[in-house]
């Protein structure tokens, strides 16, 4: 069964960083594509940024480049998004997401950026 | 970037109707990379279709999507219970990847 099991949350105030993790299992980690997709309170699904299997291919959102960064280990399963220069307008609901089809869903890390 | 309106944004509904919800995209996209998600409130949302019209595993057969191009459709054969949540559509034919704004399916 797959599973993705977001950590690294939480309040933030404006400027300062935050690295979020993502642990995943239950499936061939390696193989796949990865992605971060947020969600802000009351609002619809935003994606912010996807790694390739190998990470020879990184795309951004346009509101987050040149703040944020992804990265994966495949030996550790896991997926991670630096993020710095935080702004109010980045809090949200992050997710982990697997696959290009975003077939499953970790259940996310809060990000509340406020002074 | 592609954009994706949804309609309509919110549906009354009574158990055992049919649902049709629209997806339309601002340019068409590309070898129909086109899925549809359900979120349920304090959930995480859930893949129901793919590549525009192929259900994920594990999705009941009253889900069903359609379309091509610029216009594309998920219809709910009979609503049930369950199926009272927000549904998204998104497409990754091209960068950036674009979600629409949501249809949420209510109780009549």
């Known amino acids: 069964e797959v599973h993705l099991v977001e950590s690294g949350g939480g309040l933030v105030q404006p400027g300062r960083s935050l690295r979020l993790s993502c642990a995943a299992s239950?499936?061939?980690?390696?193989?796949?594509?990865m992605y971060w997709v947020r969600q802000a309170p009351g609002k619809g699904l935003e994606w912010v940024s996807g790694?390739?299997?190998?990470?020879?291919?990184?795309g951004y959102a346009d509101s987050v480049k040149g703040r944020f960064t992804i990265s994966r280990d495949n030996a550790e399963t896991s997926l991670y998004l630096q993020m710095n220069s935080l702004r109010v307008e980045d809090t949200a609901l992050y997710y982990c997401?697997?696959?290009?089809?975003?077939?499953?869903w970790g259940q996310g890390t809060l990000v509340t950026v406020s002074s | 970037e592609t954009v994706l309106t949804q309609s309509p944004g919110t549906l009354s509904l009574s158990p055992g109707e049919r649902v049709t919800l629209s997806c339309r995209a601002s340019?068409?996209?590309?070898?129909?990379?086109l899925t549809w998600y359900q979120q349920k409130p304090g959930q995480a949302p859930r893949l129901l279709i793919y590549?525009?019209?192929s259900r994920a595993t594990g999705i009941p057969d009253r889900f069903s999507g359609s379309g091509s191009g610029t216009d594309f459709t998920l219809t709910i054969s009979r609503l049930e219970s369950e199926d009272f949540a927000v549904y998204y559509c998104?497409?990754?034919?091209?960068?950036?990847?674009?979600f629409g704004q949501g249809t949420k399916v209510e109780i009549k």
């Open positions: 997401v697997k696959g290009r089809d975003l077939d499953y």
């Open positions: 239950g499936f061939t980690f390696a193989d796949h594509g």
């Open positions: 790694i390739s299997w190998n990470s020879g291919s990184i």
């Open positions: 340019q068409s996209v590309s070898s129909n990379y």
């Open positions: 590549g525009a019209s």
């Open positions: 998104q497409q990754y034919g091209s960068s950036p990847r674009t």
